[in-house]
């Protein structure tokens, strides 16, 4: 997909002139610092591309460990890794049968989030 550079073009203002009733209504809205620190890490999660791929994958159901390295083409103790991050993340949750752990996505939160940004890069 080419880019046009005028498309990435940043414009300013000729004039500065700070419009305070559209800054007070912005700042009203805008959560605390707590809240974006939460947000900027949740998004992080989501900046890997092997993260990405789990995930994407997770939303199929319920994979174990070496279901997912399988389908990606990489070790289990990649994938472990990567799954321990999206744990913390609270992104995928873990259920043990036996030997074998099975992940899924935690809440269906992360499916819409999944499907939308995809949708949005696809619409490009």
Do not use: W
């Not at 203002?13 to 610092?33: I, K, Q, T, Y």
């Not at 070496?66 to 994938?79: F, H, K, P, R, T």
Request: overall charge negative; some cysteine; glycine content about 4%.
């Amino acid at each position: 997909m080419a880019v046009n550079q005028k498309d990435t073009e940043i414009e300013c203002c000729e004039e500065h002139v700070v419009h305070m009733d559209a800054v007070d209504l912005a700042r009203s809205e805008m959560p605390g610092d707590e809240i974006t620190s939460a947000a900027s890490d949740f998004f992080k999660a989501f900046s890997d591309k092997t993260r990405l791929r789990i995930l994407t994958a997770l939303v199929t159901g319920e994979l174990c460990v070496c279901d997912i390295a399988a389908l990606l083409g990489m070790s289990q103790s990649a994938i472990s890794h990567q799954l321990r991050f999206l744990k913390q993340a609270r992104l995928v949750r873990s259920r043990k049968n036996g030997k074998t752990v099975y992940y899924a996505l935690c809440d269906d939160h992360i499916q819409i989030i999944l499907a939308q940004g995809i949708a949005h890069v696809q619409e490009g």
